[in-house]
């Protein structure tokens, strides 16, 4: 069964990867430089979508790509196998023996929004990032997290808000909470290792809340 996508977790997800900090209680400000990472770079992800009509969490797992500054792929590998790309505006689909669907993301004023929210993370930009968010941090440099209100009325009306959960300078997941609808969580770097052995919902909600182990 396939449940939408979450775009603000798209966009978000490559942005973040370790670097140098070392602070006792980092504040958004310092997070936020902390994840930025420069380009090309790739990281494994887990998502994990929940339904009352599943018997069981669904995963779905591959990597996110950024081959340079204006590009996000996704690359899907189980349970099915499909690659999506965004670039200038316009995200393409491809699917093996399927043509390819390309739609623009400014159809969604709200993707627009998300767009300048992606940009302001890869530049660590804390500032861009408020535009668009209220954002405020809690927890010290071993456990934090990183919670973003959309300021926009019409994403806001779709998005409740994103939490963002790590440890140090790694993004150990995303957990999306919509309006309407169940947490979608996804889980990145040894996180996302980590969630193919995990067990119920339960045990994959305390894993994207508190890393993975050692990490």
């Not at 599943?54 to 950024?66: D, H, M, N, Q, T």
């Not at 926009?152 to 150990?172: C, I, M």
Request: aromatic share 4%.
């Amino acid at each position: 069964m396939r449940l939408r996508r979450c775009w603000p977790v798209a966009c978000l997800l490559l942005a973040m990867a370790p670097s140098a900090w070392a602070q006792a209680s980092p504040d958004s400000d310092a997070i936020l430089r902390a994840l930025a990472r420069p380009v090309p770079a790739a990281t494994p992800f887990v998502e994990v979508r929940d339904s009352p009509m599943l018997k069981a969490p669904l995963r779905v797992s591959g990597e996110y790509r950024r081959p340079d500054a204006e590009t996000l792929v996704r690359e899907v590998r189980a349970p099915y196998a499909e690659t999506t790309t965004i670039r200038d505006g316009e995200a393409v689909l491809a699917r093996a023996g399927k043509p390819e669907r390309r739609f623009a993301l400014a159809r969604a004023p709200e993707l627009v929004a998300l767009q300048g929210s992606f940009g302001a993370l890869l530049a660590g930009d804390a500032e861009a990032l408020r535009r668009h968010y209220t954002v405020d941090a809690q927890g010290d440099t071993q456990r934090w997290s990183l919670r973003l209100v959309p300021r926009d009325p019409k994403l806001a009306a779709r998005l409740q808000q994103l939490v963002l959960h790590g440890r140090d300078a790694e993004l150990h997941c995303i957990e999306n909470m919509p309006v309407k609808g169940e947490v979608q969580r996804t889980l990145m770097g040894a996180a996302a290792e980590a969630a193919t052995r995990a067990g119920d919902a339960a045990d994959l909600a305390a894993l994207c809340r508190g890393g993975a182990a050692g990490g």
